[in-house]
T-cell receptor
Framework: AQSVTQLDSQVPVFEEAPVELRCNYS??????LFWYVQYPNQGLQLLLK??????LVKGINGFEAEFNKSQTSFHLRKPSVHISDTAEYFC??????????????FGSGTQLTVLP | DTGVSQNPRHKITKRGQNVTFRCDPI?????LYWYRQTLGQGPEFLTY????????KSRLLSDRFSAERPKGSFSTLEIQRTEQGDSAMYLC???????????FGPGTRLTVT
């Protein structure tokens, strides 16, 4: 089984400041890792994903994340946030195993609020 | 490609009533997932279809819940004898064979009064 922990439920930050949203996971098998964003009353949109290769992955809207296998972490970063980045952010994993549903296991989310 | 659509977007029902939600996946996607999201939490997996076959169900899916995907196209999720604890956002996602990326619909928000 897999579990995902997002250490901060709420992160307030001023506009144009850098931000880091933390994510740690636990799994008995290798996983793929994802970050999704959810705006109010909307579904989830994929920001970025790590499948293999370079541990630093770049996504949409200027976000990036770094996979650290030894620390089982996948923290999300943005060097300069905008008001429009205000949203809920979810870290998620999928087990790399054949024959399974490969459903996403999500963390509980981090509400990012960008202040003017 | 118009994305994943879900109907209705909002549903208010009284306790004990039955409700049905519909999900239309991206047309070429053969895999379809249902998730439930309660306030302040991440989505939780409910069930999975590959084409028309329901291959996996979560323990969250009590016997009051049933899902179908006739002909491997759209899917429906029915909740019988709704309870207040069923109030949540119900999300549908679809996926193709090649990628591991799931594409989510806008969700159906259920409120049981």
């Amino acid at each position: 089984a897999q579990s995902v922990t997002q250490l901060d439920s709420q992160v307030p930050v001023f506009e144009e400041a850098p931000v880091e949203l933390r994510c740690n996971y636990s799994s008995s098998v290798s996983v793929y890792l994802f970050w999704y964003v959810q705006y109010p009353n909307q579904g989830l949109q994929l920001l970025l994903k790590y499948l293999s290769g370079s541990t630093l992955v770049k996504g949409i809207n200027g976000f990036e994340a770094e996979f650290n296998k030894s620390q089982t972490s996948f923290h999300l970063r943005k060097p300069s946030v905008h008001i429009s980045d205000t949203a809920e952010y979810f870290c998620a994993v999928i087990p790399i195993s054949s024959g399974s549903a490969r459903q996403l296991t999500f963390g509980s989310g981090t509400q990012l609020t960008v202040l003017p | 490609d118009t994305g994943v659509s879900q109907n209705p977007r909002h549903k208010i029902t009284k306790r004990g009533q039955n409700v049905t939600f519909r999900c239309d996946p991206i047309s070429e996607h053969n895999r379809l997932y249902w998730y439930r999201q309660t306030l302040g939490q991440g989505p939780e997996f409910l069930t999975y279809f590959q084409n028309e076959a329901q291959l996996e169900k979560s323990r969250l899916l009590s016997d009051r819940f049933s899902a179908e995907r006739p002909k491997g196209s759209f899917s429906t999720l029915e909740i019988q004898r709704t309870e207040q604890g069923d109030s949540a956002m119900y999300l549908c996602a679809s996926k193709g064979q090649v990628t591991d990326e799931q594409y989510f619909g806008p969700g159906t928000r259920l409120t049981v009064t």
